[in-house]
């Protein structure tokens, strides 16, 4: 599975511990990225086996890390964007339930039936089934 490196020969027991030392730093989340530079660094010279292999994990790596910043930062932004608007909506959200319940304790006071919208059915079936 793209194992291919152009180099016709076994890599070496050197060149495979190297090689999997590039690869393995990823249990290291962000400092796990100075291991496979450091190796392609240090070896690109003596090996294209090491080479491959330690510039495909920083490559990896190097991805992984810039998807977890801007999932980091669609959060970030949903999450302030969401304490922007609290001042903008609350006043208006609570203005409204007042209303609404007012508006259903005025109607149960005249003696009449008040449900409130999607909730007033789905408690009326609730008790039906308990009766």
Same mark, same amino acid.
């Given at each position: @599975?793209?194992?291919?490196?152009? #180099?016709?020969? &076994? =890599?070496?027991?050197? !060149?495979?511990?190297? %090689?999997?030392? $590039?690869?393995?730093?990823?249990?290291? =989340?962000? @400092?796990?990225?100075? $291991?496979? /530079? $450091? /190796?392609? *660094?240090?070896? #690109?010279? #003596?090996?294209?086996?090491?080479? &491959?292999? $330690?510039?495909?994990?920083?490559?990896?790596?190097? +991805?992984? /890390?810039?998807?977890? &910043?801007?999932? @980091?930062?669609?959060? @970030?932004?949903?999450? /302030?964007?969401?304490?922007?608007?609290? =001042?903008?909506? +609350? %006043?208006?959200?609570? !203005?409204?339930?007042?209303? &609404?319940?007012?508006?259903? *304790?005025?109607?149960?006071?005249?003696?009449?039936?008040?449900?409130?919208?999607?909730?007033?059915?789905?408690?009326? #079936?609730?008790? !039906?089934?308990?009766?």
């Amino acid at each position: @599975m793209g194992e291919d490196t152009g #180099k016709s020969t &076994f =890599p070496s027991q050197d !060149e495979r511990v190297m %090689a999997a030392l $590039a690869n393995i730093s990823v249990l290291v =989340p962000f @400092m796990g990225l100075i $291991a496979p /530079i $450091a /190796i392609w *660094a240090t070896q #690109k010279d #003596k090996s294209a086996y090491v080479r &491959f292999q $330690a510039l495909q994990a920083a490559a990896y790596q190097t +991805g992984l /890390i810039l998807f977890w &910043f801007a999932g @980091m930062g669609s959060h @970030m932004c949903s999450l /302030i964007g969401t304490f922007l608007m609290i =001042p903008l909506t +609350g %006043a208006a959200a609570a !203005e409204n339930n007042t209303l &609404f319940g007012t508006y259903g *304790a005025n109607i149960v006071l005249r003696g009449r039936d008040f449900r409130y919208a999607i909730v007033g059915r789905r408690v009326e #079936k609730y008790l !039906e089934g308990q009766a």
